[in-house]
């Protein structure tokens, strides 16, 4: 079937489903899989609940006149998905960076929501799947588009830039992320400088922190840049702790506007000030984004704040990798807080580098006072020294939950993998 037969379907059941466990009536199926599974095999079972038509990739699976079967079912959704997206004469904000993506991605969304009718990628959904996801659901009448893509090897940032299509960019950074697929900091630098390449190759406009010098020469030869950072940039803002949240003095017309924020540390100082630029260059106020920004709580274990009984705890369990542990480490060092403690679990995809990333962690966490330091996972196996060590997330939460902590502040960090979230049990 051609892509704009398909789309013709699309159109009269405009509801993408990938998960029989999440059905519901309508829309259509396609039967992904996976290196652990066959997603063909549950397609009689979504035709059974009720999902319009169900879209295989092999034959002895389509039962019946309501299942499509095509050469190979994720090609065809990135290519439904590619087909949709040239529906559209509007602008599209592609967004990667090892740290701040979804953060950034968030406070754009919350800032352009306030004048354009704004769709933006949901969740982390920012891979080979989630991409064309996230496309498929832009409605008509949409004014804007936003698209997280995040990677973690090279030509992967291409691809997603050849089936959405951005007219504008954004690299929050480049840091030490996902080593081990791109083969260190430089192999990171043009892997997300992908997305900057399709846009001086389309002509296409970019968002650039005027603070990250290494961004100036991946950035040559793209015509429109809007820079933001704290100095040498058209928008230009500066940081100012309120406690632990992060409050931001913006300059407009000579002046200052304050925006105050529920961000946890100065680490977040570029993500409100993408979001500044960003607003502005769109035609949103500053009264607007100030409003924004204020009234947008992170959530989904990125640096949440939460009071757990007499407790306070920054939860930032949701990924993790050599630049943001030493942020976050940083931050909360500095932080005017009574009794802290630090539970950090190991960073993931660290490579040939994992021993050295983590013993230079520790080195970092050996500058600071702590009154307590817990590290967890086998990252951090003969490297604790004077540290409690655990191998489990839930072995540590085991036995902080026999001796709680009373009154203190506790910073809990580490990749999606340590599941550091777990944490949380020893103190309820």
Request: aromatic share 8%.
């Amino acid at each position: 079937m051609e892509i704009s037969q398909l789309y013709k379907i699309y159109q009269t059941n405009p509801f993408i489903q990938t998960d029989t466990r999440k059905l519901v009536p309508g829309g259509l199926f396609f039967a992904l899989s996976g290196a652990n599974f066959d997603g063909n095999q549950f397609a009689a079972q979504a035709l059974d609940k009720g999902v319009a038509y169900a879209i295989v990739d092999n034959a002895d699976y389509a039962v019946n006149e309501r299942c499509i079967l095509v050469a190979d079912v994720l090609v065809t959704l990135q290519e439904l998905a590619n087909y949709h997206r040239r529906q559209f004469e509007i602008p599209f904000i592609a967004i990667t960076g090892s740290n701040g993506k979804t953060t950034t991605k968030e406070l754009i969304a919350a800032v352009l929501q306030t004048k354009y009718k704004t769709y933006a990628t949901e969740g982390n959904l920012n891979n080979h799947i989630g991409v064309p996801l996230t496309l498929l659901k832009i409605k008509p009448g949409a004014e804007i588009a936003i698209i997280e893509m995040g990677a973690n090897h090279q030509k992967e940032i291409e691809g997603y830039c050849a089936i959405a299509m951005p007219t504008h960019g954004l690299i929050t950074n480049c840091g030490k992320a996902h080593i081990e697929g791109f083969g260190g900091i430089e192999g990171v630098r043009k892997g997300k400088g992908e997305l900057f390449d399709y846009l001086r190759s389309t002509g296409g406009s970019i968002f650039r922190n005027a603070d990250l010098e290494y961004l100036a020469p991946m950035a040559i030869g793209i015509n429109t840049q809007v820079t933001y950072g704290s100095a040498n940039a058209e928008y230009i803002g500066k940081q100012m702790m309120n406690g632990v949240f992060l409050n931001v003095a913006v300059m407009t017309n000579h002046s200052e506007a304050l925006i105050e924020s529920h961000l946890v540390g100065e680490y977040n100082f570029p993500n409100v000030m993408a979001a500044v630029a960003v607003g502005r260059h769109f035609g949103v106020s500053i009264d607007d984004i100030k409003l924004a920004i204020a009234t947008y709580n992170p959530d989904n274990s990125r640096s949440q704040w939460m009071q757990i009984g007499n407790n306070q705890v920054i939860l930032d369990a949701y990924n993790a990798n050599p630049t943001s542990m030493k942020a976050a480490i940083q931050n909360f060092a500095t932080l005017n807080l009574p009794t802290k403690l630090l539970w950090i679990g190991g960073m993931k995809e660290m490579g040939s580098e994992e021993m050295n990333e983590h013993r230079e962690l520790v080195e970092l966490i050996a500058n600071y006072k702590w009154d307590n330091v817990i590290l967890v996972g086998k990252e951090f196996a003969g490297l604790a020294g004077q540290y409690q060590w655990f191998s489990t997330s839930a072995e540590a939460a085991a036995i902080v939950k026999n001796n709680p902590p009373r009154n203190s502040a506790i910073l809990i960090k580490g990749s999606r993998g340590s599941k550091m979230e777990l944490m949380l049990d020893g103190l309820n």
